[in-house]
T-cell receptor
């Protein structure tokens, strides 16, 4: 079973920041938080990952709470093309393979 | 640098037949993982190959088998196809268990 909990759906206005929450209260010390997104019928796209510190790349920012029990993915200026299902996954780096996907959050960006 | 590619993109088979799906890993990657995604669900881990050996397996029956070749490309074979095998099959490559990058998937329909 997935070790994360996400809201099933969220809406965001185009041009505004999209803040997607994720709870992972049972995360262990060597597990990273990964975010992927999946646009309809395409393969999941890697977005960002982090362990303890906040991370930023060209796609998004990841904010992890100090106790590491939750995190937020931030898309700073959402566009219509950001409409997708967003998955938050916890995983050991270098572990034997599997990403355990939950149901994710369906983000709808509206004009 | 080429990304993960999969072939074919779509496939239609009938119950009882066998199918082979192919995946070419991203340049520099040595690990391939396969996932099955049924309609409306998140991807489910099938198995992973590292250095041509199976390196972890999810809850799938033995009629799901695979191979990895010396160039790190991989095949997924499914024997005795069932209607429930209809799904999007995804492969993801990584370097030694680090971040996984997904291909576009193969849509398999079993009639």
């Amino acid at each position: 079973d997935a070790k994360t909990t996400q809201p099933p759906s969220m809406d965001c206005a185009e041009g505004r920041a999209a803040n997607l929450p994720c709870n992972h209260s049972t995360i262990s010390g060597n597990e990273y938080v990964y975010w992927y997104r999946q646009i309809h019928s395409q393969g999941p796209q890697y977005i960002i990952h982090g362990l303890k510190n906040n991370e930023t790349n060209e796609m998004a920012s990841l904010i992890i709470t100090e106790d590491r029990k939750s995190s937020t993915l931030i898309l700073p200026h959402a566009t219509l093309r950001d409409t997708a299902v967003y998955y938050c996954i916890v995983r050991e780096q270098g572990s034997q393979g599997n990403l355990i996907f939950g149901k994710g959050t369906k983000l709808s960006v509206k004009p | 640098e080429t990304g993960v590619t999969q072939s074919p993109t779509h496939l239609i088979k009938t119950r009882g037949q066998q199918v082979t799906l192919r995946c070419s890993s991203q340049s520099g990657h040595n690990t391939v993982s396969w996932y099955q995604q049924a309609l409306g669900q998140g991807p489910q881990f099938i198995f992973q190959y590292y250095r041509e050996e199976e390196n972890g397996r999810g809850n799938f029956p033995p009629r799901f088998s695979g191979l990895q070749f010396p160039n790190y490309s991989s095949e997924l074979n499914v024997n005795a196809l069932e209607l429930d095998d209809s799904a999007l099959y995804l492969c993801a490559s990584s370097f030694s268990g680090t971040t996984q990058y997904f291909g576009p998937g193969t849509r398999l329909t079993v009639l």
